[in-house]
């Protein structure tokens, strides 16, 4: 089944204490993207990655950090949380030369820092 | 730059009502348009897409057409559902601006029996 798996689905940690969400994609895809959802701000870009080794800043990339040492793999990174990066994250991939596909998701990963 | 705007919710329906939620959007080339639907708990899901100007998504009895004159993609479904309670996310993809895409801030729906 195609599919973008997201790991773990919740977490709580403590302030500081560093993390990493990771992402797994089945359809060789090359643009992967992460995202976090926070209510009355929709969705907001934090990083992509158009293809292995390509990384960029999305919209709100502070406090995270991402690598794309795989075209299946985009892990999520956050070095030193903090209480507001509170919040619900998804993962998405798609083609980059047909991105009329639209993106498919990961199931999303609820992330708590206290 | 490019951006979407949809209509704030939340939106409480009684079943078998007729559905409409506005999305309107600004593009620097010519974008492609999606609906996407966030049931309980679960990522999105992409509900339906148009890729060129008069073109009509349709998908699960949802409907929703790219108007190019008004800039918009509304979405609507004649007669909805309990199940169709969800939050329903517009976006656009645009070439020129490497098909990055841009997503509404989302309309959570409610269907009451």
């Known amino acids: 089944e195609a599919q973008v798996t997201q790991n773990p689905r919740y977490l709580i940690t403590v302030t500081g204490k560093k993390l990493t969400v990771t992402c797994s994609q089945n359809?060789?895809?090359?643009?992967m993207s992460w995202y976090r959802q926070d209510p009355g701000l929709g969705l907001r870009q934090i990083y992509y990655?158009?293809?292995?080794?390509?990384?960029d800043k999305g919209d709100v990339p502070e406090g995270y950090k991402v690598s794309r040492k795989e075209k299946r793999n985009f892990p999520l990174i956050l070095e030193s949380p903090s209480p507001n990066q509170t919040s619900l994250y998804f993962c998405?991939?798609?083609?980059?030369?047909?991105?009329?596909?639209?993106?498919?998701f990961g199931s999303g990963t609820r992330l708590t820092v206290v | 730059g490019n951006s979407v705007t949809q209509m704030e919710g939340p939106v409480t329906l009684s079943e078998e009502a007729f559905l409409t939620i506005n999305c309107t959007y600004t593009?620097?080339?010519?974008?492609?348009l999606f609906w996407y639907v966030q049931y309980p708990g679960e990522g999105l899901q992409l509900l339906l897409k148009?890729?060129?100007?008069?073109d009509k998504g349709s998908n699960k009895g949802f409907e929703a057409t790219y108007r190019k004159e008004t800039t918009s993609f509304h979405l609507e479904k004649g007669s909805v559902q309990v199940s169709d309670s969800a939050v329903y996310f517009c976006?656009?993809?645009?070439?020129?601006?490497?098909?990055?895409?841009?997503f509404g801030t989302g309309t959570s729906l409610t269907v009451i029996p």
């Open positions: 990655s158009m293809n292995v080794e390509v990384t």
């Open positions: 976006a656009l993809s645009d070439r020129d601006t490497g098909n990055q895409f841009y």
């Open positions: 593009a620097t080339g010519y974008p492609s």
């Open positions: 998405a991939s798609s083609p980059y030369l047909d991105r009329v596909m639209g993106y498919t």
């Open positions: 148009a890729t060129k100007a008069d």
């Open positions: 359809m060789n895809h090359e643009y």
